[in-house]
T-cell receptor, first 114, second 114 residues
Framework: DTAVSQTPKYLVTQMGNDKSIKCEQNLGHDTMYWYKQDSKKFLKIMFSYNNKELIINETVPNRFSPKSPDKAHLNLHINSLELGDSAVYFC?????????????FGSGTRLTVV | AQTVTQSQPEMSVQEAETVTLSCTYDTSESDYYLFWYKQPPSRQMILVIRQEAYKQQNATENRFSVNFQKAAKSFSLKISDSQLGDAAMYFCAYRVSGTYKYIFGTGTRLKVLA
């Protein structure tokens, strides 16, 4: 069973389109995250939810909107896609309570905007 | 500002040899967690090793060990008996206890030469 699953793995779309990436975890973690990895491999946090509550909202264009229907799911919707949105987007989950054992990452979604 | 610095963009090691990847971080906190993640060409992010700042003993996981120097704010990763499968990007990461955000370094690309 995949612990953190993201769909789709690859997404090619045209500028101006709207797209969504879905993430689900079956680890019972209470915190989920979206990270963006750019072409230089730099990982930057975008959002985090803890038990469906938004707790981290970094400086991200408001074309990006996360949604967490329950603590096992965190989706990312992107409106009016731009060329600069091309990147790999990672979902991750964790239980940052006592004895933090780090993130469990999904396999990433490579988004290409053409 | 909390930052994580990996000063070696790329390293090479001969198969079966030992290599050390460096990481320094900047924080005024005393309670935090440190991690090393590996990202092979498959792009999956894999936790290699973790260290709790309050523990003086260096963490070890099979061929992977860390040299944690809290006063120097240094957290280097040593890979012994390097194998071809160790070739990957390695990211150092840090999280302050009681917060949710993990901060990543810029990564070191490790090449293993046969």
């Amino acid at each position: 069973d995949t612990a953190v699953s993201q769909t789709p793995k690859y997404l090619v779309t045209q500028m101006g389109n709207d797209k969504s990436i879905k993430c689900e975890q079956n680890l019972g973690h209470d915190t989920m995250y979206w990270y963006k990895q750019d072409s230089k491999k730099f990982l930057k946090i975008m959002f985090s939810y803890n038990n469906k509550e938004l707790i981290i909202n970094e400086t991200v264009p408001n074309r990006f909107s996360p949604k967490s229907p329950d603590k096992a799911h965190l989706n990312l919707h992107i409106n009016s896609l731009e060329l600069g949105d091309s990147a790999v987007y990672f979902c991750a989950s964790s239980y940052p309570g006592q004895g933090d054992y780090g993130y469990t990452f999904g396999s990433g979604t490579r988004l290409t905007v053409v | 500002a909390q930052t994580v610095t990996q000063s070696q963009p790329e390293m090479s090691v001969q198969e079966a040899e030992t290599v050390t990847l460096s990481c320094t971080y900047d924080t005024s906190e005393s309670d935090y967690y440190l991690f090393w993640y590996k990202q092979p060409p498959s792009r999956q992010m894999i936790l290699v090793i973790r260290q709790e700042a309050y523990k003086q003993q260096n963490a070890t996981e099979n061929r992977f060990s860390v040299n944690f120097q809290k006063a120097a704010k240094s957290f280097s990763l040593k890979i012994s008996d390097s194998q071809l499968g160790d070739a990957a990007m390695y990211f150092c990461a840090y999280r302050v206890s009681g917060t949710y955000k993990y901060i990543f370094g810029t990564g070191t690309r490790l090449k293993v030469l046969a």
